[in-house]
């Protein structure tokens, strides 16, 4: 799966390219990409990936954020804690 966006110019493209992403930032990543746009939340991560810890999951999506393989899809769900939570997407489904 690509790490750039459709229509991304070639110096973005081989940039990502170059991008090695540890094991749990690419199982992670993967996740966000198979939900495509519904996207996914920190508790919908921690329920894919229950047989990790939880602070092995929750570092992953600030990690994709800083790197721009993943954004904020403006979207909430509610979460485990009856709170909010932003839902995640990868970039290439942001519009």
Known sequence: MPLFRRGASDTSIEAAQSIELPKLERMGLNAIR????????QDELLRKFEAYSYSSITARPSALKRKGLVV???ERRTGRSTRKQAV???SEFAS
């Open 72 to 74: 904020d899809s403006g």
């Open 88 to 90: 995640l997407i990868a």
């Open 34 to 41: 198979q939900s495509k746009r519904k996207g996914m939340t």
